[in-house]
């Protein structure tokens, strides 16, 4: 943005826009007190359990007769705070399969400016960018193939030995 203003010819203001923008339709969560967004690409479905136990970075959970895995969004990313009596959890397609993504909060969807990272998440590999949400606060987009990579090469199955959130699921779609 530009003015430009001389006295008694006006004011004259240049606003110069990229021709194109990245544009996303993601379904914004939860967790603690951060929003993140999820590529609606990678949404099959939500539903929710019953919190048991402390939030391990991966368990399981039973999705259409079989065992999935089911990634804490609030363990991986070190989110502090209460949990919530019950978790949503955000079914999605990655990596040739499916995985369940534990949130506290659905809020719903959105189409989001993608904005490049700062260069603090720059190198956080599962972080595609970051958008600024309605009331001037920051979501950060996961890359949810990444995300499962990264868990799954640090922590596979070990959290569902624990016995958290191995409970059947209820259907919210």
Not at 92 to 106: F, M, R, S
Request: glycine share 12%.
């Amino acid at each position: 943005v530009r003015l430009e203003s001389a006295p008694g010819a006006g004011t004259r203001i240049i606003m110069r826009l990229p021709l194109t923008l990245a544009i996303i339709d993601g379904m914004q969560v939860r967790v603690g007190r951060e929003r993140y967004i999820i590529p609606l690409t990678a949404v099959r479905a939500c539903q929710e359990r019953q919190c048991q136990g402390a939030a391990v970075p991966v368990d399981t959970i039973s999705w259409q007769g079989q065992m999935t895995p089911c990634l804490s969004l609030r363990a991986l990313l070190g989110v502090t705070g209460e949990r919530p009596h019950y978790e949503r959890i955000i079914i999605a397609h990655a990596e040739g399969g499916d995985i369940g993504l534990a949130v506290d909060a659905v809020i719903g969807e959105q189409q989001a400016v993608i904005k490049r990272l700062s260069d603090v998440y720059r190198n956080v590999d599962f972080i595609s960018g970051t958008a600024v949400n309605g009331d001037g606060g920051i979501a950060l987009i996961l890359d949810v193939p990444r995300l499962t990579r990264y868990a799954m090469s640090h922590y596979g199955n070990s959290g569902a030995s624990h016995g958290a959130g191995q409970a059947e699921v209820s259907n919210q779609q």
